[in-house]
Nanobody
Framework: VQLQASGGGLVQAGDSLRLSCAAS????????MGWFRQAPGKEREFVAGISWSSASVRYADSVKGRFTISRDNSKNTAYLQMNSLKPEDTAVYYC????????????????WGQGTLVTVSS
């Protein structure tokens, strides 16, 4: 399985971005997916997660109400819609697929994308 994250860029505070994570392989449609982010000098943190069927979604408190995670299993692609972006959202965003123990823990995931940089200026 390979994951390709895209959609990052430089935006101003209050703007929106949509990240995409395209997956190869047959595992995607049967696996939960998560988005994580890592800011300079900080640990990688959970942003959002979605079950294989999209029936269950979870968000970090810091993004709740602003970010929306979704997926299209027919396209093997997941998305992270980010609205009302803040400077503190600046980070490299990673998508991850198929966790073993916890949706919220980065070390639990089996497959990772390469990351896409989101920079929010004030």
């Amino acid at each position: 399985v390979q994951l390709q994250a895209s959609g990052g860029g430089l935006v101003q505070a209050g703007d929106s971005l949509r990240l995409s994570c395209a997956a190869s392989g047959r595992t995607f449609s049967s696996s939960a997916m998560g988005w994580f982010r890592q800011a300079p000098g900080k640990e990688r943190e959970f942003v959002a997660g979605i079950s294989w069927s999209s029936a269950s979604v979870r968000y970090a408190d810091s993004v709740k109400g602003r970010f929306t995670i979704s997926r299209d299993n027919s396209k093997n692609t997941a998305y992270l819609q980010m609205n009302s972006l803040k400077p503190e959202d600046t980070a490299v965003y990673y998508c991850a697929l198929d966790y073993r123990s916890s949706l919220y823990v980065s070390s639990s995931y089996v497959y990772w994308g390469q990351g896409t940089l989101v920079t929010v200026s004030s």
